[in-house]
């Protein structure tokens, strides 16, 4: 799983107003995700299932 940093980078996603983070192939608003096995929280895109690690 990339993370938030790496997914900005590679154009994936962005962050938008409010500091709210988009799937811009969806151009859908990730949602918080809690996972307990993973470090950090998981950002999800509600539209294509990707997710992204915010550390
Ligand atoms: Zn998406």
Redesign the pocket.
């Known amino acids: 799983m990339d993370t938030v940093r790496e997914g900005i980078r590679a154009g994936d996603i962005e962050r938008g107003r409010f500091d709210r983070l988009i ?1 811009l ?2 151009n ?1 608003e990730l949602s918080m995700q809690d996972d307990p096995e993973v470090v950090g929280t998981i950002m999800a ?1 509600p ?2 299932e ?1 997710r992204w690690r915010d550390l």
Request: net charge neutral.
């Open positions: 799937c192939a969806c859908m895109c539209s294509c990707t």
